[in-house]
């Protein structure tokens, strides 16, 4: 996933990575023993965040959708990978210092030195010529790199499976080749009938040059990805149900021109030709809608279109969702076209079939040429040559069938001629029923960036405000996402309060709510805290509460109070929970 380009600044890097690390979203790992750069812990505030938003995404792209959800192995065999074109294509660029021995990925350090956005793109010849002309030195110790040979890099973890060398693996860096080598099963279980999606939720690993911007580039990330099988042909989306969503896109078209974002619909991306592949534009119609639910801000949001030389080897389109973070457009999620490459790849490199049969409404007769050799005649004539001859043979009928016209043939074997009469062949065309054919599906894939996502939803909901003369800062977080859903409080810890609203907080667990607990500190103390980490609601016990059973209810953004019976207490926050309004 690539990181691009200057916009408007949000919050600042530093003081989001302090908010995570003091408040349990995440934070470098294994810190103990020194750590390794590009590797996060999920702490319990953002392990909850995590695991919500991955549930957010299931029930849009999975449920809703109807598609299959599986989970494969993280580790996968070297044969998949030379296949799917992994090995030799998994690159990016790296240059060495000379002084200090540090590597860094060429391309960025043109990006943080220029203008240029996409330097990854330019290729490695390019890359190096542009770090000579603008005088890059090494960021770590200030040495010169003109000169400097800049090569890739290949990203992917290897491993050895079981003891020894000799059957070695890989760690997945996507979990797209999961889906695909377990195609034909899956195309089983969907009834040989497409389209169908198959979805993973799963851990990627790549082992980044230089990780950077906290759990914007790390080595392990979390990701949501969907392939959409389909037949170009016949198959279509249910466009209807996102004709008139806005998308914000920036083209390849508007980028050679140095223009700006346009807004189209869906309806109307498609009807100019903006968006080519009807696929492509549904699912970013359902994403737009899905990314604003989950609190992106969509004034800081656009579709960038791949320029034609930073295409993947397995894409003949692809449009990148991309957030601005702290002035930079930074890639959330892909949408490729990635056509029948994978399921063609692991098709001709595993021996099985990677197709679906596709009945034709009604059995159609077709006459097909075809050879019957005489192989009491070719086995003496050509010796053991005669098997691959008569295999030729039919390759010949197939491809031009006039050449059986005359009264000898000749098939060309290894760059020898053999030449037989025609009546040995048994050449005939012959009439066949055919019932269907077998097809190679095309793919749709949006994959998203979970870890990125996370980032970006944190970004977005930052704010800040003063309440009753004091400064807040708040994560404005959609109430499904929040880690903690209402925080309990007893105005002081007692009198029977802390009792009471334990038994309160008790009954909000069991009612299926995320819920903490807190008594420590005055109650604006409190309520700064759950503010903090995006608890949308909390929840006072006071003395009135031992009186007459109600309690109050304080909402995060506005923080207007009002008091709700404790009887109705779980109703209400359901009700919120799904999107109500919160009434005084």
Request: charged letters at 30%.
């Amino acid at each position: 996933m690539s990181e691009t380009g200057s916009a408007s600044a949000g919050v600042d890097a530093e003081t989001l990575a302090e908010l995570a690390k003091r408040r349990g979203f995440y934070f470098p790992a294994n810190e103990a023993y020194g750590g390794a750069s590009g590797f996060y812990t999920y702490g319990p505030q953002g392990a909850a965040l995590k695991r919500n938003l991955e549930a957010s995404w299931r029930e849009r792209f999975v449920t809703r959708e109807g598609h299959m959800e599986i989970a494969s192995p993280t580790v996968t065999p070297e044969p998949v990978f030379e296949a799917s074109g992994h090995l030799d294509g998994f690159d990016d660029m790296i240059v060495e210092c000379p002084e200090c021995g540090t590597n860094h990925r060429a391309d960025h350090l043109v990006e943080d030195a220029t203008d240029i956005e996409e330097a990854e793109a330019l290729g490695t010849d390019r890359v190096s010529e542009l770090i000579a002309d603008h005088d890059i030195a090494c960021p770590t110790c200030g040495t010169a790199l003109a000169d400097e040979p800049v090569s890739g890099f290949n990203l992917m973890f290897e491993t050895n499976i079981g003891p020894g060398s000799a059957s070695p693996g890989y760690l997945r860096p996507e979990t797209a080749q999961g889906m695909f080598v377990e195609f034909p099963r899956l195309a089983e279980y969907a009834r040989n009938q497409l389209p169908f999606g198959v979805a993973q939720v799963g851990t990627g690993y790549r082992n980044e040059i230089s990780p950077r911007r906290s759990i914007i580039r790390v080595r392990e990330l979390a990701m949501a990805e969907l392939e959409q099988f389909y037949d170009p042909e016949t198959d279509h989306p249910p466009l209807e149900r996102v004709a008139d969503v806005s998308l914000p896109l920036y083209s390849a078209a508007a980028q050679e021109r140095d223009g700006e974002i346009e807004h189209f619909t869906v309806e109307e991306a498609l009807d100019t030709g903006v968006v080519a592949n009807d696929w492509i534009a549904y699912y970013l119609g359902v994403a737009a809608e899905w990314y604003a639910s989950i609190g992106v801000d969509m004034d800081r949001f656009r579709y960038r279109q791949h320029l034609g030389d930073e295409l993947s080897h397995y894409a003949s389109d692809c449009w990148d969702a991309e957030t601005e973070l702290d002035g930079n457009w930074i890639e959330v999620t892909g949408f490729a076209d990635r056509g029948t490459y994978d399921l063609s790849q692991h098709d001709d490199h595993s021996g099985e079939e990677f197709t679906v049969f596709k009945a034709y409404d009604e059995p159609e007769t077709v006459e097909r040429p075809s050879v019957d050799p005489d192989m009491s005649f070719l086995g003496p004539e050509f010796g053991s040559d005669a098997g691959r001859i008569a295999e030729e043979l039919q390759g010949l009928a197939e491809r031009d069938p006039s050449a059986f016209e005359g009264a000898d043939v000749t098939v060309e074997l290894d760059g020898e001629e053999y030449t037989m009469p025609t009546e040995r062949t048994g050449f005939a065309v012959r009439e066949e029923t055919i019932p269907g054919e077998h097809v190679t599906p095309h793919v749709i894939e949006p994959a998203f960036g979970v870890d990125r996502l996370i980032y970006t939803v944190l970004d977005h909901s930052y704010r800040e405000d003063e309440v009753e003369g004091e400064s807040r800062s708040y994560l404005s977080l959609a109430p499904d996402l929040a880690p903690t859903f209402v925080g309990v409080f007893p105005l002081m810890d007692k009198d029977g309060l802390g009792e009471r609203a334990r038994e309160v907080a008790a009954d909000l667990r069991e009612a299926g709510l995320a819920v903490t607990y807190d008594d420590s500190g005055n109650i604006g103390r409190r309520y700064r805290r759950q503010d903090e980490i995006g608890t949308p609601y909390c929840v006072t016990v006071d003395y009135e509460s031992l009186d007459d059973e109600s309690v109050t209810l304080r909402e995060r953004d506005s923080t207007e109070q009002t008091r709700v019976p404790i009887a109705e207490l779980p109703a209400r926050l359901a009700a919120l929970r799904a999107g109500g309004p919160f009434e005084r």
